[in-house]
Nanobody
Framework: VQLQAYGGGLVQPGGFLRLSCAAR????????MGWYRQAPGKQRELVAA???????TVANSVKGRFTISRDNAKNTVYLQMNALKPEDMAVYYC???????????????WGQGTLVTVSS
């Protein structure tokens, strides 16, 4: 199973970006999918997560600005980021709790990270 994240880039403060992350491989089902971020010199932190039923968890620091959603048919999770601030600048990683077809076990997979730069 691989997670491919994309959509990062350079944006001015107040701007927006949409991140996507698609899971591919021997997947039977996916429970929680989420986005984390890690800024230089800081620990990785949860940004938002969503379960297969659509229930979401969103960090207070981004609540009201970021929205997480998913397309279960495509095994894809999205992060719509609006009103971006310089403090949102980080490498964003997606992850997913996957039940694999190959051995019917649950694993947590991580994407490769996509850089979001917020600067004027």
């Amino acid at each position: 199973v691989q997670l491919q994240a994309y959509g990062g880039g350079l944006v001015q403060p107040g701007g927006f970006l949409r991140l996507s992350c698609a899971a591919r491989g021997s997947i039977f089902s996916i429970n929680v999918m989420g986005w984390y971020r890690q800024a230089p010199g800081k620990q990785r932190e949860l940004v938002a997560a969503i379960n297969s039923g659509g229930i979401t968890t969103v960090a207070n620091s981004v609540k009201g600005r970021f929205t997480i959603s998913r397309d279960n048919a495509k095994n894809t999770v999205y992060l719509q980021m609006n009103a971006l601030k310089p403090e949102d600048m980080a490498v964003y990683y997606c992850n997913a709790d996957v039940l694999t077809r190959s051995d019917s076990s649950w694993y947590k997979y991580w994407g490769q990270g996509t850089l979001v730069t917020v600067s004027s």
